[in-house]
Structures are given as C-alpha cells and as structure tokens.
C-alpha cells in the first residue's frame, strides 16, 4: 500500500492538520514517518511526528504493528528569539494481528479501536489525564 498524506482534525473539531508523508516504512522493520509541516514551531525538530512499522513476530504467526506518534511543546525565548522544546508528549502503540484470524475479525477490530479513540467520552477521560 502507497504511503499518502495523513488529514485529521485539530482540537477545535473543525481545522485540519496534515500530517505530510515524509517516507515509507521500506520494508519490514522500517518505519514510515508523517510530520505536521505546517504547525507553527520553527524547526522541524519541534513539530509533531507519527511513525508507523510493521514486522512479523519470533515464530511468524502474527504481524508485530508499532505506532509512535509526538506531540512536542516548545517556547521562544524572548530576549534572543530561539525557540527551544519545553517537553513532548510521547505516545506508543503496539499490537499484533495473528495470521490466523478472518480478515473480517481484523477489520472489525482495527476499526473499532479507532473509534474508541475518536470517542468523545474516550478522549476527555484521555485528556484529563487520569483513567475513569
């Protein structure tokens, strides 16, 4: 599969970020690395990243999946102009699809995760930052 520009919602619900492809995994082990180029941070080392790989797991009877993604916070210092990072916010994702199992029960499951994370209930408990 082509490796595509990624377009998502900011916050507000209503304003897109597009995460740029940047390169694509290149096999197994690679990761493929998105960036939201247009975000305001002045280096590219400060704007947000998602990388995506993929490979099979020790016995090969499933497919290993890591999604890291960064969200970094950053000032510019007002004296001198630099801008410097503050802290990211790192996410990791993992998971691994058995070879096994219906295609049917991959898609269900894949797109079902995706929604609870785009759940409205989901995310504020995210955003908190505690569980329920």
Do not use: C
């Amino acid at each position: 599969m082509a490796i595509s520009d990624l377009t998502v919602f900011k916050n507000d619900g209503v304003t897109n970020a597009i995460y740029v492809a940047k390169n694509s995994a290149g096999g197994d082990s690679g990761m493929a690395i998105w960036r939201y180029d247009a975000h305001a941070a002045p280096y590219i080392g400060l704007k947000p990243e998602l990388r995506f790989g993929s490979k099979f797991n020790g016995p090969r009877t499933a497919r290993r999946l890591t999604i890291q993604y960064a969200y970094k916070s950053y000032a510019t210092d007002s004296t001198t102009g630099v801008s410097s990072l503050v802290g990211a916010i790192p996410w990791t994702f993992t998971g691994a699809i058995p070879l096994n199992v219906p295609q049917t029960d991959i898609d269900e499951s894949i797109s079902q995760v995706g929604n609870l994370f785009v759940n409205a209930t989901f995310k504020a408990w995210v955003k908190a930052t505690f569980a329920p």
